[in-house]
Nanobody, 115 residues
Framework: QVQLVESGGGLVQPGGSLRLSCVASGSIPSVNIVAWFRQAPGKQRELVAVFAAGGRPQYVDSVKGRFTISRDNAKNTVYLQMNSLKPEDTAVYYC?????????WGQGTQVTVSS
């Protein structure tokens, strides 16, 4: 069984930065896809960034140039570096990992951007 634990969320002022981490534990033979989603109150969960094995990171237009997804396979960790944060980035952020063909989700971490 694979478990994902996210951390790094919090309260930050507009223009600030945060780095989210997602650590995977358990048996992880191969990770095909890593991704970050977010869900704001009253809105549907949306894909923020995705990084497929052998591919290039892709981002939703609203975060391009501000967010960076990365992975450290040795540490079984996925990161989301978020810079120049805006109030509209406020949401619960979830990491998702696809191992083989099975998706796994983290529990979510709250990011609040407010002055």
């Amino acid at each position: 069984q694979v478990q994902l634990v996210e951390s790094g969320g919090g309260l930050v002022q507009p223009g600030g930065s945060l780095r989210l981490s997602c650590v995977a534990s358990g048996s992880i033979p191969s990770v095909n896809i890593v991704a970050w989603f977010r869900q704001a109150p009253g809105k549907q969960r949306e894909l923020v960034a995705v990084f497929a094995a052998g591919g290039r990171p892709q981002y939703v237009d609203s975060v391009k140039g501000r967010f960076t997804i990365s992975r450290d396979n040795a540490k079984n960790t996925v990161y989301l570096q978020m810079n120049s944060l805006k109030p509209e980035d406020t949401a619960v952020y979830y990491c998702k990992v696809v191992i083989g063909t099975t998706p796994y989700w983290g529990q979510g971490t709250q990011v609040t951007v407010s002055s």
